[in-house]
């Protein structure tokens, strides 16, 4: 079992693989899943580590000119305010950034993630636009500025990222529960935001301190790290362990999930063969829009040895995945199709 100090929940290794600070999810381990990733298993991206906090002396601080009435919420205040279930994916925008070097030769620093940096749960909180309508918010508020409780990152302070205030009462929550009961220390307990299709860096854990301007708002988070990235392009994965074994002639379903931050999965489909063919994926399950489609395939192998498995997904806006994509600098929102590689083995 790998322990990394900066997490607190246990890591096996049949569900994790450890990165520095962060540890990402083995794909093998929603095979048999239902719709949510058990918290179990759920990816864990710090930038330095969990911090332990305790809910009896916690506070939300809202404060800034965008709001008539600023103050300070607890635990229980924000427990009686009228809540809101969601089921929602939280993605990491540097996911998949191992494939830029592995299938582009492209290798771009960071943290390299194969597709493990994702995870959908059903989140429960108070909607965000409540807690700013309660605390008056004015007309004129243009950025609303969530800051972590978690220890500052290098020089950078701590972690923070604007969200423009149109974003901010459209579907964001602050989520006090993950998959039904309270948020986990290494998923931002107490509090944490939870921001449908956006990249992860949104989603602040451990929200101590909100801040309201009526100017556009900066820090690190949206300038130097992300700059201008904000939904989460479309991409597909394989419930299956790299190389996987098949035995030939064998009939198999394969599982897999497509996601996209900007709508709806309309379509998947799966190439056997290199990419030459493509074949259309059966959809199963709730088809939600700031979450994932499940989808499965029958595929008997009819030729020994190694071999890749290609899934390819389209969104309702018409974004889908290609062959190959461009080298983008901090090696964010790889979409490009993955190359699974299994291997097929006599029956
Ligand atoms: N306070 C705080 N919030 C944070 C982070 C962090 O390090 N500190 N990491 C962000 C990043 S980069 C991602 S991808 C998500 C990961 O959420 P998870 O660890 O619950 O999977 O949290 C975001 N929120
Ligand atoms: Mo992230």
């Known amino acids: 079992m790998h322990a990394l100090a900066t997490i607190v929940k246990p890591l096996p290794g049949h569900l994790f693989t450890p990165h520095e600070a962060s540890a990402e999810m083995r794909w093998e381990a929603m095979a048999g899943q239902g719709f949510h990733t058990p918290t179990d298993r759920f990816f864990v991206r710090n930038h330095t580590s969990t911090p332990f906090i305790d809910a009896s002396t916690w506070r939300l601080r809202l404060h800034g000119a965008g709001l008539r009435s600023p103050g300070d919420y607890d635990y229980e205040q924000l427990l009686a305010m009228p809540a809101r279930t969601l089921d929602a994916a939280i993605e990491c925008a540097g996911n998949g950034r191992r494939f ?30 409540h807690l700013l309508e309660h605390a008056g918010l004015r007309p004129d508020a243009v950025d609303v500025l969530p800051v972590g409780l978690d220890a500052p990152f290098e020089h950078h302070g701590h972690v923070r990222r604007p969200l423009p205030v149109a974003k901010a009462l459209d579907d964001v929550l602050l989520a006090y529960e993950m998959n039904g009961e309270p948020l986990p220390p290494d998923h931002g307990f107490p509090v944490r935001l939870v921001v449908p299709g956006w990249v992860g860096i949104a989603s602040i854990k451990w929200l101590g301190d909100i801040e309201v301007a009526t100017h556009e708002l900066f820090t690190p988070w949206n300038t130097e790290f992300y700059p201008h990235v904000t939904t989460q392009p479309v991409k597909s994965a394989f419930e299956l362990a790299w190389d996987t074994p098949f035995l030939l002639g064998r009939p198999q379903v394969i599982h897999g999930r497509s996601w996209s931050g ?9 190439s056997f063969d290199g990419g030459r063919t493509w074949k259309t994926a059966e959809h199963h399950g709730p088809h939600l829009v700031s979450a994932w489609l499940p989808w499965h395939i029958d595929w008997t192998p009819r030729r020994l040895g190694p071999q890749v498995l290609m899934a390819r997904a389209t969104d309702e806006t018409g974004a889908t995945q290609r062959a190959t994509i461009p080298r983008q600098p901090f090696g964010y929102h790889f979409d490009a199709v993955v190359q699974h590689p299994i291997r097929v083995i006599p029956g």
């Open 100 to 129: 830029y070097g592995t299938q582009q030769h492209s290798p771009t620093p960071g943290t390299q993630w194969g597709l493990g940096g994702i995870g959908v749960a059903r989140w429960r909180g108070v909607p965000l636009r």
């Open 262 to 270: 900007h709508g709806r999965i309309v379509k998947v489909e799966v």
